[in-house]
């Protein structure tokens, strides 16, 4: 559960592309040049090079992100040359229904093509995106794209790609792998020069646009730009960047003027660098290619909840559920446990919505999953925290399958029985989020419960403590009993207090009824608004994340 993601990748067709800035920990930096540069006629341009670094929903998108894409080694379905490539990026709306998002441009014969256009699209944590990856063949760009030849597809949830920051995945109905980079948008428009990094591992080079081009001037003034700490040296304010200026040609054979080395701990503190014709230097009257001089060099911008993410923060799910009495005998067809003919329940739904959004986030798919308030076999022990697998030392499930494959033997296994405490399992992840509190791990724990607590103090005191912690609780409210208490604990209009007049350092309970989230659909079959219920429930998780890592001032981890 607490490995990360690797980023695989071959090398592509070259292609000029434009990337994306992130707002992590931005640095904005100003450049001009107040010693003439050599032999720019038209337009001088600004190029860092580190070669070692490496919705179709209606709801407003938490951020956007660009998608990057290339491909290695497709098929070839022209017979005289090679395929003409193009890839389409689709949202699934439905069962075999998809809408598509945008698509890149054509690159004319080549089997390993490197995109140039970026497809932005919406993210949302709270919500599944599952994505479609379409590559065609176009040959007459007078037909529509989905009428020629495809050359195969990738599906992939928007979540799995933004968690590991870029993925290499097999091309279905084809051949060959297509890589998928996500990051987060800038909101600015894109200026023409390009940054050049590396992603490690292994070396992979993508372009990020820097400044703007100025023409005919010999001592050039750029416009500040900005960008994070991670896109520019990786979160290693050491690392090496090669800075290049170069004299713009319009026939994009720009003519190279010179070039120097620094870090950003460098541009700190040191403001003008040599430009550096190394095919000069060695000239007796050679002094350099101009004097490059930095105007201002500032750090700006919180960091954004992707931007934790993608810096390989792991969000750890568990899942406590309720097994009292009063649930109903799950015999009887009125018990919350009982099955419908699709074998489902309240309790299993809810573990599908939340499970299948957060698995995208967990890197090895292994989630503690606990009950409580029921009677144990073999001896009729009473218990608020068991595991759920009923196994003596292991609470973990394979993924969301597992969780629901232990809950239908479990149901099965115990008796129903009481009272309803909360502070047990809460207590239980608390000191597991006590132990990890470096931001590389946030722990989101989903309560399912059909009634009243019955250890408010407690839960309320528990609470408190934890709102210290990496940790956020979702209750989810199943059935028709009252759920005051439960809205108490959300304290949406003040910090919840326990009896002692202890405040919460912050607002970590998300509570949702379920009940609010059964549809009737115009046949008269009742059904559950999963996506609206997903909304809900996960809504909160990106703000409570930032705000732990703010009070506690936690940085993104290197990406």
């Avoid at 428009?189 to 820097?210: C, H, M, Q």
């Avoid at 015999?331 to 074998?343: I, W």
């Amino acid at each position: 559960m607490f490995d990360e993601s690797s980023h695989l990748h071959e090398k592509a067709c070259t292609h000029s592309k434009q990337g994306s800035r992130r707002r992590t920990e931005h640095v904005k930096v100003g450049f001009s040049s107040h010693s003439s540069l050599i032999d720019p006629s038209h337009k001088d341009a600004l190029e860092l090079n580190n070669p070692k670094m490496s919705s179709s929903s209606t709801k407003k998108p938490s951020t956007t992100v660009e998608l990057s894409v290339k491909c290695k080694d497709i098929t070839n379905k022209d017979m005289m040359s090679k395929s003409d490539p193009i890839c389409l990026v689709k949202q699934k709306t439905g069962v075999d229904k998809f809408e598509e998002l945008g698509r890149t441009e054509q690159i004319k014969d080549c089997l390993s093509p490197e995109f140039m256009k970026k497809i932005v699209v919406p993210y949302n944590f709270e919500e599944r995106q599952e994505l479609r990856f379409e590559l065609w063949d176009v040959d007459n760009i007078k037909k529509k794209v989905e009428d020629q030849k495809l050359l195969g597809y990738v599906d992939v949830s928007l979540g799995k790609i933004v968690n590991a920051r870029g993925i290499e995945a097999k091309i279905e109905k084809g051949k060959g792998s297509m890589i998928i980079v996500a990051k987060e948008a800038s909101l600015s428009s894109p200026p023409s020069v390009n940054f050049i990094f590396n992603l490690e591992p292994p070396s992979w080079r993508t372009r990020i646009p820097l400044s703007e081009w100025i023409k005919n001037d010999l001592n050039p003034t750029w416009k500040p730009f900005s960008m994070s700490l991670n896109d520019l040296c990786d979160g290693e304010l050491n690392r090496l960047l090669k800075i290049d200026v170069f004299d713009y040609s319009s026939n994009g054979k720009h003519d190279f003027i010179g070039e120097f080395e620094t870090s950003v701990s460098q541009m700190m503190n040191k403001r003008s660098f040599e430009v550096i014709n190394p095919k000069k230097k060695e000239k007796k009257k050679y002094t350099n290619s101009g004097v490059l001089n930095i105007i201002s060099f500032n750090n700006d911008s919180p960091p954004s909840f992707l931007d934790f993410i993608q810096g390989g923060m792991v969000m750890n799910f568990s899942v406590a559920i309720d097994f009292t009495a009063s649930n109903g005998n799950i015999r009887s067809r009125l018990s919350l446990h009982h099955r419908n003919d699709e074998g489902e329940n309240d309790y299993t739904v809810a573990i599908q919505t939340v499970g299948d959004i957060i698995e995208d986030y967990d890197t090895d798919k292994k989630f503690p999953a606990f009950g409580f308030g029921a009677r144990l076999p073999p001896n009729g022990e009473i218990s608020h925290d068991f595991f759920l697998n009923l196994k003596e030392n292991n609470p973990f499930c394979e993924g969301v399958r597992g969780i629901l494959d232990a809950y239908y033997s479990t149901v099965d296994a115990v008796e129903l029985y009481g009272p309803t405490n909360f502070s047990p399992c809460i207590n239980r992840i608390k000191a597991i989020a006590q132990s990890h509190q470096d931001g590389k791990q946030y722990y989101v724990l989903l309560i399912l419960t059909d009634g009243a607590i019955t250890d408010m103090a407690e839960t309320k005191k528990t609470i408190v403590e934890a709102s210290n912690l990496p940790m956020s609780i979702i209750i989810i409210g199943v059935g028709s009993a009252d759920f005051s208490s439960m809205i108490e604990l959300d304290s949406d209009d003040a910090l919840l207090k326990d009896e002692d007049g202890n405040v919460a350092a912050r607002d970590i309970v998300q509570f949702v009824e379920m009940a609010k989230y059964v549809k009737k659909a115009e046949n008269g079959d009742i059904f559950w608004d999963r996506a609206s219920l997903a909304y809900q429930v996960m809504v909160e998780i990106p703000k409570q994340v930032l705000e732990w890592t703010s009070k506690r001032g936690i940085k993104p981890l290197k990406a």
